[in-house]
């Protein structure tokens, strides 16, 4: 039985064309990039051309793509250069970032830099106006941190709009664009933006490779020391393969943009429309099901079911492979932070996020209704 794999926010299958590309150089281009000689030459030369072809299709200056393991490290990396090389002493950002900037800043805060949170509407939109108080309030030395889209939820900002903010106010801006980065245009020449990230495994690309773009008028450190790789951005021996790999996912991404757009945006609507004829209660967090929302994601708020508490484990049993931020009835975890955070969680109801890519079919989204129909199935009442 094929699993409808329903999880792409989670991570994405990798392109055929992307293991290819990567196979090419664990074959025929192993060489350590530092190396003089005309191995590592060539393996130097894949690392630079990746840079400047991902460069391209961002409009930014290939000095300013430094390559890491991938979204995780790209925001730890930002946050930490923003307080360190700096003078950054407070970290304006919310409680529905990923985790990866939650706890960045978090450990941040641990050290002296004061964090503070905006506030968000009902939709779950980012309330601007709160965002512009909270930088014309005070003179400290500010970094702005907010994802371009949720993760869970896809509610969205206009990265241009809080770009300009943060520039009136003399703030420094970082995105986390790992949910973005290949689904949407990003033209840098545009957009006051001082770092942002990226993951290629969110795009078909390979794990554990990615990268994080500094505004290249801004001097920082490197997070990881060692070497002088990177320009002495993240010391250690290149990842060519993985770089490799993600030239190439950005180069599909990118050329393909329009139609893998129309598709996923086909695919979920036929989820939606399914979901609504069947479960009239049915509830979007974060009008996850309106267009100007992560078109790559959707996040339902079941009708309350005894079978909540359990729900994306039966999904799974059924072969659709979706993820959770579900909040367990039975008490037994803390669900999702997103979901709190947005006051979206209903511990009766359980909320489950469905993911799509290119690669998703009608045939996936007719398999996790009929999953629907089983895990959500009416409760015959006795007497
Ligand atoms: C919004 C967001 N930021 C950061 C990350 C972390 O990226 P990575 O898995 O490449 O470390 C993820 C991945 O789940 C994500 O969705």
């Not at 990746?50 to 393991?69: E, G, K, M, V, Y």
């Amino acid at each position: 039985m094929k699993a409808a794999y329903l999880d792409n926010a989670a991570t994405t299958q990798v392109a055929p064309e992307v293991a290819e590309a990567m196979l090419e150089v664990y074959q025929h281009a192993f060489g350590n990039p530092s190396s003089s000689h005309a191995v590592g030459r060539k393996a130097k030369a894949l690392v630079e051309t990746s840079r400047r072809d991902i460069a391209a299709h961002l409009n930014c200056a290939p000095r300013s793509i430094c390559f890491t393991s991938g979204g995780t490290e790209a925001d730890n990396h930002a946050i930490s250069a923003a307080v360190g090389c700096l003078g950054v002493t407070r970290i304006v950002t919310s409680a529905a970032e990923h985790s990866a900037v939650v706890k960045a800043s978090a450990s941040m805060e641990a050290k002296g830099v004061e964090v503070v949170h905006v506030r968000h509407h009902p939709s779950g939109d980012v309330d601007m106006a709160h965002l512009r108080e909270l930088l014309e309030d005070s003179s400290s030395k500010t970094l702005v941190s907010l994802m371009h889209a949720n993760n869970e939820v896809g509610v969205m900002i206009d990265l241009q709009a809080v770009g300009q903010l943060c520039k009136q106010h003399d703030t420094l801006f970082h995105s986390d664009t790992v949910q973005t980065m290949g689904h949407y245009p990003i033209d840098l020449s545009e957009v006051d933006i001082d770092f942002l990230a990226c993951s290629a495994h969110k795009f078909h690309g390979p794990k554990g490779s990615g990268f994080l773009y500094t505004n290249p008028d801004l001097r920082i450190d490197g997070l990881i020391v060692g070497g002088g790789q990177e320009r002495a951005m993240r010391g250690g021996t290149e990842n060519v393969a993985g770089i490799v790999g993600l030239a190439k996912a950005f180069e599909l991404a990118f050329v393909h943009m329009v139609e893998h757009e129309s598709h996923v945006r086909g695919v979920k609507q036929l989820l939606v429309d399914g979901l609504r004829a069947r479960l009239p209660e049915v509830v979007f967090n974060g009008n996850s099901d309106q267009e100007d929302r992560l078109y790559t994601v959707l996040n339902v708020k079941f009708p309350s079911h005894p079978n909540s508490g359990m729900a994306t484990f039966l999904f799974d049993l059924e072969g659709v492979a979706c993820s959770g931020g579900s909040a367990c009835s039975s008490g037994a975890t803390q669900g999702s932070h997103v979901l709190r955070a947005l006051g979206c969680q209903d511990p009766q109801r359980a909320s489950v996020r469905f993911s799509f890519s290119r690669y998703t079919t009608s045939a996936d989204i007719d398999k996790a209704l009929e999953a629907v129909d089983k895990v959500f199935a009416p409760v015959l009442v006795e007497g």
